[in-house]
Each structure stands twice: as C-alpha cells, then as structure tokens.
C-alpha cells in the first residue's frame, strides 16, 4: 500500500509493507498550494506513478487534499472517531490504475460547544495510539497545537491552540519584533518566558512585558524571540494541563525541535512526555489503511 | 500657557487660560514621525509661533516628544508619581522667545517585578484624578492599553496590556483575518467575543475558535473582526479586573468608539465607568504647567 501525508505546503509518501513497515519513503514540495487547476490525478502520478507501475494498487491519502481546498472534501468524522470510523468515512477519488482514498477529518466540540476541527493530526494519533484500548493525551504542536484526549484507542475530544501562528504574526508584526535580533538559540530567554507564563496578569499583559524588558536592558536582542516563544508556549501549557501537570504523560508528535520545547515545558510543570517522530503519519495511514474497505 | 500633546504620529496644541480653561486648540500631523532631522523647535514654532508672539511665554510638551526618540529625552519617573513629582522633572529645551519644557514618562514595577512605562498617559490621567487624594482605577484603551491604579492623586502602579496591537497583528497577518469582511459594526459579534473570553481555554485556544465557528458557519464574515475585538478586550479585562467588577468605577480615557466598547465590557463584569475625553491631556498639561517652576 501507499500512504501518503498531503499537506497544504508539503507531501511526503510512503511505501508500505503489509506489517506497515516503511519500504521506501519521499518528500517533496508538491504540497496543495502547488497544485494547478486542480490536477491532484496528475500529481500524484508524477510523485508515485512508478510504486504503483510496480504492483502497488491502494493509494490513502491524508491531510489538507482532503479538505475543501483539496482534491475533494472527505467530510470531518465526529468524536469519538478511532481508525475504525475514519475507515469507514474515506472517500475514493477517481484515478487511473489504482484505488485511491481520501481520509476524512475529525471535528469536535469543546466543553463550552464551540466547533473544533482537525485533518492530517487524526492519522498520525492513529499511528501512534492506534490500538484498541490505549488512553491518553496527545500534543501535536505547531502553528496550530492541537491537544488531543484519546480514550480506547480513539479520539474523544480536543482543543487547538493559535501557538506558533500568533508567534509569528506578534514576532514579525507587532513593536515587539523591533526589539529582536537572530541569534543561536537562547534556552535561558525561552525558560523565563516559560516562569512568565505562570505569572499573574494575563497573556497580553505579558506580551508588553517583552518590550518593557527590552527597553530597560533586561531581556538581550538576541533572546526576545525564545521569550516571546517560552511565553506563549507557556500560556498553551498552563491551558491544556493546568499548572500542575504531575504524573502526567503526554504523547508528543512533531518536529524535534519544536517537541523538544514543549517537553520542556511539561517537565516544568511536572509532567513527563513521550516523544514520536513525524513517520506516526505513515504508522496511521498503514493501520486506517488496513481497516479499509478498498473494493 | 501652551500645552502641546505630541506623541508618535499626532500633535495637539492647546491655548490655555490662567485656570486651566481651553481657550484655543489645534490638531494636525506633525507627530514625531514627521519631523525630520531633529527639527522639533522649527516644527513647534511652526504650529503655534503665532500664540507665543500674541505673549505665551510657556510651553509644557508631553508625549513621545520627552522620548529617545523625540526631541530630548525626560527620563521616567517612578511611581508613585503624581503632579508635584512630574513638575519637579520637567526638562528644558532651548526654544527662541518662549520657556519650554518636556513632561517625564512614568515608571513602575508590576506585581511579578517586571517593568512598565507610560509616556503620555501620565499628564492625561493627572487631567482627570489630579485633585489630591483622588483615588481610583483608570483605563486608557488602545494599541498598548493601560491600566492605572490611582491614589492620593498620585499613579501607584500600572499595568500595560498589548490589546490594540495584538488585534492587529491578528487580524491582519493570520488565517483569522482571511475569513473577515468589512461591514457595519458588529455588537453582537463583540459581545459574543466578550462571552467567549469568560469560558475555560486560554486566549491561544479562544483564537482558534473564531477560524471554526467561521468555518461552520456559525460566525458571519462580517461579525468575525468585532468578535475578535471582543474576545482581546474581554480578556484584558479579566485579567485586569477579575472575572467580578461588581460596585468598580473606572475612569476611562480615549477615544469615544474605543471607549464605548470597553465600557460595555465593563459594564457586562458588573462595573460602572466615568468617561473622559480626551481633552483629559489639556487639563494634565494645565495641572502639572500649574505646578512647574518655569525661571
């Protein structure tokens, strides 16, 4: 089978064994956003046409090519939803030579009832706490954070938080910015506005807190920005976990780097992670894959 | 006595009668960024030569104009601070025909030891609790918003929030803003943001939620900037005021739309407002001109 994670700016396919074993793996920048006028068909053989020349004939396809601005809308699967549902929701697009599935998203309400919604994150929990019967909390941090509570093995709520895309509208369009300058990474800045965060007075509060500590020489140009991450990380922490996560064990899903500033935040507030790499997408599509009806 | 209200991009000049009375004003550009090549005295006799040669022999100037960046700099003074404090820190200025004087910012410390600086906002809140032995809770609403605790006439303390230009950046350089539309104000969109900022989450998770409830189709495009408006100010004011204001009067300064907001804000925590305008700096720069020792 081929399992492939399509992402609005990123596509990343993998060959797979039927244990789900990685076979041969590729990435590349046909994301969404590179692909005119629709010819998704077209893409997809140009990326993978010789897996499936050589025998291959299930392709699944999970993240953004999925969504409106995709291939073709597979409609979000409500919570609870595990690989079974999201099995039973794939949507076949037409294609030439093999069989071809969309996997659909995953929508939520949060304890105040307010719309929640995922597409891509679904797959790569399944890749990691996919078994029937493992609970949990998961954290795929990024622009986007999601926080994802897993109870027998599937999905049963979560919320997102605007993390690393409100970083980066504060960082590059706000009077905070100006005070910054590149540097190597400054774990010290990002740990005190990590300690920030569970301080009295409010986000935005602490937000004008960057500039004042600037201005008197308190915080060097240098590690501004790892503040300004540490705070809003931070304030994402103490959101999800409360300010005493002891004995907790989050499932961490991202790029390294970024995991490793969020394990170091749930350490701070006492809690433990466990770390997956991004390859949960391929462990998800092989275990959907594998409850789905292809024919 | 002149008075002159000079910040980043406005300057506004008041004629001001032996008892504090305006008996002429002027408004225009000629902010700190217009000014070039350190031409403050050109630009000052620019604006208001004809009042110093009708015999006004003093001018007090707050705002920016008393910043690094401005004419000269008049170093901050630290809480607490009221009229007699600022008069006794003014800064002179050469000047052809007239004494001129610069008005010092304010600094403080807040509860966490992090600090915080006004510049402006000083001599407007002295226009309204100047009186001696005043004491109360001002706000003054905007890009950075502050909140000043007031007594005996003096600033004890204050705390500045990045709302006005958190809501920019927001709006204006993430997905939120792409699923926005110009349209009549929206008060129910605000109000349902304000709701919003009293449930559990966080702000970051909040924000998230104005992308989804669009998404769905449960926010019109042309409500989605008021809610996030409502969402920013219903935050601060929590964090300023708690989640119960009840029997609170704050005195709020700025401008009437602005204003009106904030109000409602308070209003819906169970608090009440005085509303200045923003004359409240003429009546500041005629307090603390009342006070300075001009020979």
Redesign the interface.
């Known amino acids: 089978m081929i399992g492939v994670d399509w992402g609005t700016s990123s596509f990343r396919a993998f060959r797979l064994g039927p244990d789900g074993a990685v076979l041969e793996r590729r990435a590349d920048s046909r994301g969404l956003l590179s692909v005119a006028d629709g010819r998704f068909a077209d893409t997809l053989g140009e990326a993978v046409g010789d897996w499936i020349a050589a025998g291959e004939a299930r392709v699944l396809l999970a993240g953004m090519v999925g969504s409106r601005q995709g291939w073709r809308e597979a409609p979000y699967v409500p919570c609870p939803a595990g690989g079974a549902e999201l099995a039973a929701s794939v949507i076949a697009v037409p294609f030439e030579g093999a069989s071809v599935r969309l996997v659909p998203g995953v929508s939520a309400l949060?304890?105040?009832g307010?719309?929640?919604?995922m597409r891509g994150e679904e797959t790569q929990i399944m890749g990691v706490l996919g078994a029937p019967g493992m609970d949990g909390l998961v954290c795929l941090p990024g622009s986007?954070?999601k926080w994802v509570e897993v109870r027998n093995g599937r999905i049963a709520g979560f919320?997102?938080?605007?993390?690393g895309?409100?970083f980066?509208?504060?960082r590059?369009?706000?009077?905070?910015g100006r005070m910054m300058r590149e540097g190597p990474a400054d774990i010290d800045g990002f740990d005190r506005g990590l300690a920030?965060a569970g301080?009295?007075?409010?986000?935005?509060?602490h937000?004008?807190?960057v500039r004042?500590?600037g201005?008197?020489g308190?915080l060097a140009e240098t590690a501004a920005a790892a503040y300004l991450s540490g705070l809003?990380i931070g304030?994402?922490l103490?959101?999800?976990l409360g300010s005493d996560a002891g004995g907790l064990v989050v499932d961490l899903i991202g790029a390294p780097a970024l995991c490793d500033l969020y394990a170091r935040g749930i350490g701070a507030l006492g809690g433990r992670v466990r770390r997956h790499d991004e390859d949960a997408a391929a462990q998800g599509l092989a275990a959907i894959g594998g409850m789905t009806q292809w024919d």
């Open positions: 949060d304890a105040a307010v719309p929640e919604v986007h954070s919320a997102t938080h605007l993390t895309e409100g980066a509208a504060l590059g369009h706000t009077i905070l920030r301080e009295p007075g409010g986000l935005l509060h937000l004008f807190g004042t500590l201005l008197t308190r809003l304030h994402e103490r959101a999800a």
